[in-house]
C-alpha cells in the first residue's frame, strides 16, 4: 500500500512538472511572437548565431582604434595636426609643439579635440571592417551609417559606437547596434602628465629637471638640439598595445634671447694658427650670443691685431718667426667674456 501511493505521488508529481514545462514554453513562445512582430528588433541578448560575426567586427574596429592612437603617440597626441599649431618635423613623424617660445599651445580642450579625431579616424573605416567581415561571414548584414564617440579617460581610452551588425530577415532578424571597445592605454593621463612637464619647461627654459621628470611612474627622456628645441619621449609600460609599451612623443620651441636673461658670448672653436713670413694671412675668428650683443673682439698677441668684427689680418715679418700664443677674447654690451688662447706659429 505504502510503495503504491508513493508511485502515485511522483506520478502526479511529473504530470504537474510537465504542465509547468509546457506552460513556459507556451509564454516564450507567445513572447517571441509578439516581440517578432516588428520589421527589425532591437535585442541586446544576441543569439549564437550572431555571436562570432559581431566579435570579428569589433576585433577589427579594435584594431582601427589602436592605429588611430598609436599615430597619435607619435604626433604629439593627435591623429591630424592642429592648423595653426607649429610642429617640430623629423625623419619618423612630425610633432606638434606643445610650447613655442613663450606660448604655452596646449589646453585641456584639445584633449577633446584629439578624442573627435579618433572618432573620425575610426568612423571612416567603419565600412571596411564591415566589408571584411562580410567575406568571413556571407551571412551578415550591417547599417549604412555608423556613430563614433571617443572617451580620452585616465586609464583606458573608450570607442563607443552605434552602427547595426545583424543577421536574418524579417521576423527573423537579429542585430546588435552599440558596440564598446577599450584600448587599456592611460591616454589621459599621460597627456595631463606632458602637460605638467610643459608647465615645468615654462619655469625652467633653457635646461631639463631630471629629477622632476623621474618622478613619474613611466619612462621620459629628452633630446635638447641645437635650434632650441626639445622631444621629449614618453614610454608607458603600464599601457599595452600588441603587448608593447605605449610611446607618446611631444615637443616644446624654447627662446634664450626673449626670456630676459643676459648669457655670456660664446667663442666657436679657433684652430692653430700657422703663417709664412711675408705672406698675408687671414682669418675671422666667430662668437654666438643667444642676446646678439656681441661688442668686440680683442687679441693679446704682438704680432697682430684683431677687428672688432673678429677680423684676423697680418703679414709676419722675419722676426716673428717661431712659436707664439695669444689669448683672443669676445666681449658683449654687457661685459660678459669668453676667451680662447691660440698657438701661432710663423715660419
Known amino acids: 500500500m505504502k510503495k503504491r501511493a508513493q508511485t502515485t505521488f511522483f506520478m502526479l ?12 514554453l507556451s509564454a516564450v513562445k507567445e513572447t517571441t511572437k509578439s516581440g517578432l512582430a516588428a520589421d527589425e528588433i532591437e535585442t541586446v541578448q544576441l543569439n549564437f548565431e550572431l555571436i ?11 584594431d582601427i582604434a589602436e592605429e588611430a592612437i ?22 619618423f613623424a612630425d610633432i606638434q609643439f606643445w610650447k613655442f617660445h613663450e606660448a604655452k599651445l596646449y589646453s585641456q580642450s584639445l584633449k577633446n579635440v584629439a578624442a573627435n579625431q579618433i572618432s573620425e579616424y575610426v568612423g571612416n573605416r567603419v565600412q571596411s571592417c564591415a566589408l571584411s567581415t562580410k567575406e568571413k561571414f556571407p551571412a551578415a ?65 633653457d ?12 619612462e621620459v627622456s629628452s633630446i635638447m638640439s641645437d635650434d632650441e628645441e626639445v622631444l621629449f619621449k614618453i614610454v608607458d609600460k603600464k599601457s599595452s598595445i600588441d603587448n608593447e609599451p605605449y610611446i ?27 703663417a709664412k713670413v711675408g705672406e698675408k694671412y687671414s682669418k675671422k675668428v666667430s662668437a654666438r650670443d643667444v642676446n646678439n650683443d656681441i661688442a668686440r673682439f680683442t687679441s693679446s698677441s704682438d704680432i697682430f691685431q684683431i677687428a672688432e668684427n673678429g677680423l684676423i689680418d697680418f703679414t709676419p715679418t722675419a722676426e716673428s718667426i717661431g712659436l707664439h ?23
Open 207 to 218: 635646461k631639463i629637471d631630471l629629477t622632476y621628470l623621474s618622478g613619474f611612474d613611466f
Open 248 to 274: 607618446f612623443l611631444f615637443a616644446e620651441k624654447y627662446s634664450l634671447e626673449t626670456n630676459g636673461i643676459d648669457y655670456h658670448p660664446r667663442l666657436d672653436f679657433i684652430n692653430d694658427i700657422k
Open 52 to 62: 562570432p560575426i559581431n566579435n570579428f567586427f569589433e576585433s577589427c574596429v579594435k
Open 141 to 205: 548584414g550591417f547599417g549604412d551609417r555608423s556613430v563614433v564617440n571617443t572617451l580620452i579617460n585616465r586609464d583606458d581610452v573608450a570607442i563607443n559606437m552605434n552602427f547595426d551588425v545583424k543577421i536574418g530577415t524579417g521576423d527573423k532578424l537579429v542585430k546588435n547596434g552599440m558596440h564598446r571597445i577599450k584600448i587599456p592605454v592611460r591616454l589621459g593621463y599621460i597627456m595631463d602628465s606632458a602637460e605638467k612637464i610643459i608647465d615645468r619647461q615654462i619655469k625652467d627654459i
Open 325 to 347: 700664443f695669444a689669448t683672443i677674447t669676445v666681449e658683449d654690451s654687457k661685459g660678459f667674456k669668453d676667451t680662447q688662447v691660440v698657438k701661432i706659429e710663423v715660419v
Open 70 to 91: 598609436v599615430l597619435a603617440g607619435f604626433q604629439g597626441g593627435f591623429v591630424e595636426h592642429i592648423p595653426g599649431i607649429p610642429k617640430l618635423e623629423t625623419s
Open 13 to 24: 508529481l511529473g504530470i504537474y512538472m510537465l504542465v509547468v514545462i509546457a506552460l513556459f
